[in-house]
């Protein structure tokens, strides 16, 4: 039984930032009651391996619901074949002020300025070896803001190594519109030179470790045309091993007029979804057949996942649409990219 439309329109009630910490801590209680093994199994299993993992099926969690990876166990409940949590940065810092977080229910959509507000990476990781893992675990990281933009790489270096041991892939967050000047690492030198120091870290860990561990790169869906061939011929020449496709939009014309539209901060759900999979079919182009992309953006239905997969995505990642339509989304998502692959 579906409960989550009667339960929408309490949480609805509440400033979004406290419906999200209600609604993961009623995710917590249910995870010690039967209903977590029922959801689970009501989800399409439907194996894939990307990236050397193999994941129970293509449905992920996005980064940003579970910053502090302090909620593993309940999300694992409701059946994703991946969960990200993060984005984490070195150092614990607040974030934003609040307001930080608006609903644009008319268009499904939020808007977010959160600002990468995290309790820091150590935290994190304490959650994280405390909590059972069903499923592959990526981590997400970001820079700290006081971190000037010419030393980024100091910070995602330092994220990368603290991570390495727990993650089962490392994604690395460029393209959040809520740190200055983040954007700016996307492309030009900037960008070949965050990726060389990451590569190099990578292999100094693989080396120490003798585990290799996939990095993906998160990129924003405001990237212009022309900056694709550069953007991908980096991607490849420097052995990233994944693309995530796409972050928040800054852009307004799809909710122009509505309230709080005007609000500072990325906007995500249904008015980013055709602009997401214009970005998987441009990257899917370019890129080597077998180079994964992990599609997110306006996923709010079975259709829409199954049309980002048309495009080139090998795996899909939900968020504003769970806000939406509740445990139910991944249910309808997993079963209709299973029904796609028959």
Same mark, same amino acid.
């Given at each position: 039984?579906?409960?989550?439309?009667?339960?929408?329109?309490?949480?609805?009630?509440?400033? #979004?930032?406290?419906?999200?910490?209600?609604?993961?801590?009623?995710?917590?209680?249910?995870?010690?009651?039967?209903?977590?093994?029922?959801?689970?199994?009501?989800?399409?299993?439907?194996?894939?391996?990307?990236?050397?993992?193999?994941?129970?099926?293509?449905?992920?969690?996005?980064?940003?619901?579970?910053?502090?990876?302090?909620?593993?166990?309940?999300?694992?409940?409701?059946?994703?074949?991946?969960?990200?949590?993060?984005?984490?940065?070195?150092?614990?810092?607040?974030?934003? #002020?609040?307001? @930080?977080?608006?609903?644009?229910?008319?268009?499904?959509?939020?808007?977010?300025?959160?600002?990468?507000?995290?309790?820091?990476?150590?935290?994190?990781?304490?959650?994280?070896?405390?909590?059972?893992?069903?499923?592959?675990?990526?981590?997400?990281?970001?820079?700290?803001?006081?971190? #000037?933009?010419?030393?980024?790489? $100091? $910070?995602?270096?330092?994220?990368?190594?603290?991570?390495?041991?727990?993650?089962?892939?490392?994604? %690395?967050?460029?393209?959040?519109?809520?740190?200055?000047?983040? *954007?700016?690492?996307?492309?030009?030198?900037?960008?070949?030179?965050?990726?060389?120091?990451?590569?190099?870290?990578?292999? *100094?860990?693989?080396?120490?470790?003798?585990?290799?561990?996939?990095?993906?790169?998160?990129?924003?869906?405001? %990237?212009?045309?022309?900056?694709?061939?550069?953007?991908?011929?980096?991607?490849?020449?420097?052995?990233?091993?994944?693309?995530?496709?796409?972050?928040?939009?800054?852009?307004? #014309?799809?909710?122009?007029?509505?309230?709080?539209?005007?609000?500072?901060?990325?906007?995500?759900?249904?008015?980013?979804?055709? @602009?997401?999979?214009?970005?998987?079919?441009?990257?899917?182009? *370019?890129?080597?057949?077998?180079?994964?992309?992990?599609?997110?953006?306006?996923?709010?239905?079975?259709?829409?996942?199954?049309?980002?997969?048309?495009?080139?995505?090998?795996?899909?990642?939900?968020?504003?649409?769970?806000?939406?339509?509740?445990?139910?989304?991944?249910?309808?998502?997993?079963?209709?990219?299973?029904?796609?692959?028959?």
């Amino acid at each position: 039984m579906n409960l989550y439309p009667l339960v929408r329109p309490l949480l609805f009630r509440l400033d #979004p930032e406290t419906a999200h910490r209600v609604t993961l801590t009623l995710l917590d209680l249910a995870a010690r009651t039967p209903w977590c093994g029922m959801q689970r199994r009501g989800v399409s299993a439907d194996p894939i391996t990307v990236m050397g993992l193999e994941f129970p099926n293509r449905v992920g969690l996005a980064a940003g619901l579970d910053k502090n990876a302090a909620h593993i166990t309940g999300l694992s409940c409701l059946g994703f074949g991946f969960l990200e949590v993060g984005t984490l940065t070195p150092r614990a810092q607040p974030g934003n #002020p609040a307001p @930080r977080l608006f609903r644009l229910a008319d268009a499904e959509a939020l808007i977010n300025r959160m600002g990468f507000n995290n309790d820091g990476i150590e935290s994190a990781l304490a959650n994280i070896a405390a909590a059972p893992r069903s499923v592959p675990l990526g981590i997400n990281l970001g820079k700290n803001f006081d971190t #000037p933009i010419e030393a980024a790489i $100091d $910070d995602y270096r330092a994220g990368l190594a603290a991570v390495y041991d727990q993650a089962d892939y490392v994604t %690395i967050n460029i393209s959040s519109p809520n740190t200055a000047n983040l *954007r700016n690492l996307q492309g030009g030198e900037a960008f070949t030179a965050l990726l060389a120091g990451l590569v190099e870290e990578r292999e *100094r860990l693989r080396e120490d470790s003798g585990r290799q561990v996939p990095l993906a790169i998160k990129i924003a869906p405001d %990237i212009e045309d022309e900056e694709f061939p550069a953007l991908v011929d980096a991607l490849v020449a420097h052995g990233i091993d994944a693309v995530i496709a796409t972050n928040t939009t800054t852009g307004r #014309p799809l909710v122009s007029g509505l309230p709080q539209a005007d609000e500072a901060g990325g906007l995500s759900g249904r008015p980013v979804r055709e @602009r997401s999979t214009e970005v998987i079919a441009a990257l899917r182009e *370019r890129l080597p057949e077998d180079f994964p992309i992990i599609g997110v953006g306006g996923i709010d239905s079975g259709e829409a996942a199954v049309e980002k997969i048309q495009a080139g995505a090998d795996l899909v990642q939900v968020y504003t649409g769970l806000i939406y339509h509740g445990p139910q989304l991944i249910r309808d998502v997993a079963c209709a990219l299973a029904e796609s692959d028959d």
